[in-house]
């Protein structure tokens, strides 16, 4: 069963690398196509702006939640380091399960905004599309980063238990 998580974490995580190259590249263009309009032609497109920032946030979120699968965030790991092996696996599992609750409460506070009726009828200023559809990056990169840390609660459990199993109790 955890192979199969750990599979899918993987997938994800090919996944989020592919979208943020992609996206990336999308940006790049954009705004290389946006100079060029502007500046050389004299006819910059109107949209440009809004279309980059929102690609920038999509990057930003996506990119925040391959970072966590990769354990590349910042981290203060000074305490742990310090601590016997045993105490910092159990530091390190309550700080998994800390982050999880801390993601499930973005999570639902991002689907309650995003579902509200008034971010369902507000329009993008200058696209004219529905603005939840910008937003609901955000509530999938948050589902993701869960998922995310919900694995890596679990490998951390895992470590804990398969480390000394004689041992119950975390000291």
């Known amino acids: 069963m955890l192979n199969i998580l750990k599979w899918c974490d993987s997938a994800l995580a090919r996944l989020e690398t592919w979208v943020l190259i992609i996206l990336t590249g999308l940006l790049a263009g954009l705004l290389v196509a946006q100079v060029v ?13 809004e279309v980059a920032l929102q ?28 601590l016997p092996e045993r105490a910092a696996h159990c530091l390190e599992v309550f700080f998994c399960l800390l982050g999880l609750c801390v993601l499930a409460i973005f999570t639902a506070l991002t689907w309650q905004w995003i579902a509200s009726p008034h971010t369902q009828i507000e329009l993008s200023p200058t696209t004219q599309l529905p603005r939840w559809y910008y937003f609901s990056v955000m509530l999938v990169a948050l589902m993701v980063m869960s998922y995310h840390q919900f694995v890596s609660l679990l490998l951390s459990i895992h470590r804990l238990v398969s480390h000394e199993a004689s041992e119950r109790v975390c000291t």
């Open 55 to 82: 690609i920038l946030v999509a990057i930003s979120f996506i990119g925040v939640s391959h970072l966590l699968y990769t354990r590349s965030l910042v981290r203060i790991d000074i305490i742990p380091s310090l």
């Open 37 to 49: 309009l502007r500046y050389i032609f004299g006819t910059p497109l109107f949209w440009a702006e």
